[in-house]
């Protein structure tokens, strides 16, 4: 009985319903994805894995980035529209589309881990 799994449904701190194997202080959703249980609340942590959020492409944003920086595209696609807003109303200045290259060249220079984490969340 020991090596039976019991899988069951949980939410997780962020809301996210999952369903997994309770082992210890674990819960595996899939081989890619962990759960930590936090021992004395019982709250569920995301450990790590592959499993985002959202469902924004890198690849997509750098092309934004590089292509319409200077109106801000890239930024309302991130999810980060006062920026867009603001690129948008300096547009003329040419200065956004500056910024616009420097941050598609620091999104290439990017994990899909980190980019996942910044805006995938």
Known sequence: MENQKNWDAYTNEAGEKCIGFVSKN?????????????????KILRLGGNKTVGNKSKLLAILLALFLG??????????ENKNGFIYLLFCWTYIPALFGLFE???????????????FNQ
Do not use: C, D, W
């Not at 899939?30 to 004395?40: A, D, K, W």
């Not at 598609?104 to 910044?118: H, P, V, Y």
């Open 26 to 42: 674990q819960i595996t959703i899939s081989p890619n994805v962990r759960y930590e249980i936090e021992l004395n609340t019982g």
């Open 70 to 79: 200077g109106l801000g595209v890239h930024k309302f696609y991130l999810g």
């Open 104 to 118: 598609a060249i620091s999104m290439i220079g990017m994990s899909t881990e980190k980019f996942n984490e910044k």
